[in-house]
């Protein structure tokens, strides 16, 4: 019932619904050990799981992620009139680790963007992924959106694509050029593609990056190996790259161009601008190690000048 109303009255994602499912489930089976039932549950109990998920060595943002996900249970047993109380109420989280977002440079974004265009078996998988990149680090998508994208947002080359977000939620991003571009070659071939298959009476897809999988479009588990073949392809290091941390390059390079902060958590679809003032400390980590790396005072630059440490630090 709860995961019924989550995605029926707020409309949330199934990435989203999948992870309270998880998340619930092994509470279940932490309840089921001491012959618990979801209805007997006190505060104590939930403390008492927390503790447990501690011991288990699991990270605090998975902790928090989990607190989450009993509270808004109970919360909705609350509302539902199934408990007259919320056990997880007043409980504390772990809070989540202020880890600043992983950020490429520009040229490394350009390394990606120019490999992207090489990299694949055929012509229509080269202009297929240099679509996928273009369109991901000019509009700073969230994977999800953009591989479920339907290919009727992108017709009649638009100067801005109508993204629906989380929640249901729509907002509207500006295409680059570059992406204009790439996004009418990507349509051209796939759509002759698709005229084929209804030459054949096959079905056609609905999706701007189709797939013969059950979701019919690309998956973002193929996206993310792609990314990484693309990384390789290009020089980049491919740990470092991964389609999300496209989207804080987006943002982080808008902001370094001088970008409003407003404007930018609108493209992102951040329902919070906290949210989005991340990617200002960000600036602030790589202003600050330019200075220490390159001032003519800095005792960095001063010592790598002098040639008692190396480029790397050593």
Known sequence: MFLEAQAAELGAATNTLLAYGRDLKDFDAWLAQRSLEFDAVKRAHVEEYLVYCDAQ??????????????????????????????????????????????????EEVDHLLEAAR??????????????????????????????GLPVMAARGDPRLLLILGKGGKERMVPLSPDARDALATWITIRDATEEAKLARKQQASRFLFPSRGKEGHLTRHRFYLLIKEIAMAGGVDPSKVTPHTLRHAFATHLLAGGADLRAIQTMLGHADVATTEIYTHVLEARLSQLVLDHHPLSDTATRKASGKISSDGQ
């Open 57 to 106: 060595g699991l990270a605090r943002s998975t902790r928090a992620r989990r607190l989450s996900a009993v509270k808004q249970l109970y919360r909705f047993a609350f509302e539902e009139g199934l408990r007259s109380d919320n056990p997880a109420l007043q409980i504390s989280g772990p809070g989540q680790e202020k880890r600043l977002p992983k950020v490429l440079s520009i």
């Open 118 to 147: 090489d990299h694949g078996r055929n012509q229509a998988d080269r202009a297929r992924n240099a679509c996928l990149m273009e369109l991901l680090y000019a509009t700073g998508m969230r994977v999800s959106e953009l591989v």
